[in-house]
């Protein structure tokens, strides 16, 4: 009768004055330390430049994406992107008593997310446009108490209904009011489209198909693969149990 | 007939060395701190993938797909159940597509260089799932501005009021009262605007009325509600992909030259078999069970 050890001898041996065990437990650790290394470098330093989109869930706070005439996309705060004043969009909101939600979109499932066209620098809080549109605002407050004007939105559309241009007529000279777009750009984007555009990709993707087609059976390789590595592991671990006490 | 060790006798650890207090000796105390904090670091891993999940194809780290050999490409997807997403899809010679276009078969022509975008220092296409081409926010605002200012100058008219009789009424001061109607040209048909293919009809003459172009304002959100009621209808992007796809099929199926031989359709499901067969017995005569 021979006599085996539990598991192989894990509990019951030692190298280097460690037991088996031990050392398997090392072996996870390092492998758990480099998962952790490698999903920090190759994911989450990756996405450096959306790192608010995790702030804005944790703090409950909506992004915009604003963009300029050339389509720059800046990821900021709704704070910033559509906020005159150093306060929250809530509470410029609700200072306002406006209560309007219409995100564009929402990222995942409950991050608000915009999309601003603003090439004036309207958002860049040290701009001089930012800061005429601040001391108007400022002065349109006082005066108006009941009709609180806080958020950019607003004051864009208060700017086009005309309602700051007799009081605030010499610093409204110094903003843009509008934006021309051309109308080459507008028909760039929906002109008809030529067959022979798309021929090429059409052709490409006839050789695609036939490719596929072609190898079709040989997609279950990979299912060879799997079973055949999975049955040299339970024979490798068969005979690491199974073997002869040392 | 073999008898297991149950009980691990002869264990290395030395009872001096480790202390037996609370429950567990030490190193159970240190093996269950270590797996705590990997399981709470777990948690957040999987909890930061889920958040920033819909982002993660910024980059555009391209996989082995199908349409591997065209240029991977950062795509900002917005789509109308107002889901934004980050994706990577192929460019290819005009054309965006998904790695797999037999399945995911949405596809999107590149009219417009305006079309491209720069996010994060890296170049950006932006597409909806409403529309076949490849977006350009500012393009599509301006046309959302067009019909409230064409509309406000050109469509409507004011003629004079007449009563049940066909007379025209005569106001206190002498003159015809009038009255605001929608023009109509010679046909009937109204000048007025409402959707985008009336926009497309009177494209030339909208650019003799602004010849400079069209204004929009300096600030202004992107307002998807908006933008859907002035897109081209019937150009919707899956319905376009799936036309590229028949027409392809269809190119393939005429295709009579380079039929595959038995060795492309099997060739390397025979060469797996084989190799899996010689590493089990590899390892049978490496370490035999004995």
Redesign the interface.
Known sequence: ??????LGGI????AY???YF?WI?IAL?LM?IMM?FM?YFF??V?????HG??WA?LKKFGVS?V?D?????D?ITDRSSKVIFAETFKQAQEAENDNTK???????SS?H????????K?TFPNSYQHKIIEDIAERWNEVHPGDQLRT??K??RYL?EGKLDEHYADDLKK?????????A???????D?EES??F???????????????????Q???L??I???G??IL??V??FI?R?PV | ?????????????DPNTWDYTLLLPI?GWI?IF?LGV?FV?LVA?VY?????????G??A?GDST??SKGSPTQV?S??KN?????ECVWY????L?YGN??TKMQMW?H???????????KP?M?TRDGFD?T?????????CEIPPLFNSQWGFELVPRTDINGRVVIGEDGTPELKEVERKDDNGIQYMLSTFSDI?TR?SL??KLYP?????????????SEIYRYT?QNQDSLKFGAD??E???E??RD?ER?T?GLF??????I???I???A??GM??YI?P??
């Open positions: 009768m021979a006599t085996l050890p539990f509990f019951n041996y030692t004055g460690i037991p031990m437990i650790m758990g952790v999903w994911y989450w990756k996405l450096t430049p959306y989109i995790l869930k994406f963009f005439d050339n389509m720059h996309f990821l219409t995100p564009t979109a929402t990222i995942g991050i997310c915009d999309f601003i066209f603003d090439p004036d309207w950019l939105v004051f864009a086009h903003l843009k009011r509008e934006y021309i777009v051309s109308w750009r507008i028909r760039m984007m929906y002109k489209r555009g798309t090429g990709f059409v052709m490409t993707l006839a050789n695609i198909i036939k490719d596929i087609e072609a190898s079709s059976y040989n279950y390789a990979i060879i693969l079973l055949f590595g049955i040299d024979y490798f068969a005979w199974m002869k | 007939m073999v008898d297991y060790v149950v009980v691990p006798a002869g264990m290395a650890f190193w093996i270590l990997g670091v891993m930061v993938w889920i958040i920033m999940r819909p982002v993660s910024y980059g780290v199908a349409l900002f917005i789509w107002r889901s934004f997403v980050i290819y010679g005009n054309m597509a276009p037999l022509f009219n417009s260089e305006k079309a491209t975008g720069v996010s994060a220092e950006v932006i081409g977006v350009d926010f500012i393009a599509e605002m301006a046309v497309r494209m909208l650019e400079d172009g069209v204004p929009i304002p300096i600030y202004k959100p992107y307002d998807l081209p590229i796809v027409e392809a099929k190119w393939s295709d380079n595959p492309d359709r099997f060739g390397l499901l060469i797996c078999g190799c899996g067969i590493s089990v390892l049978w370490l069970i004995r």
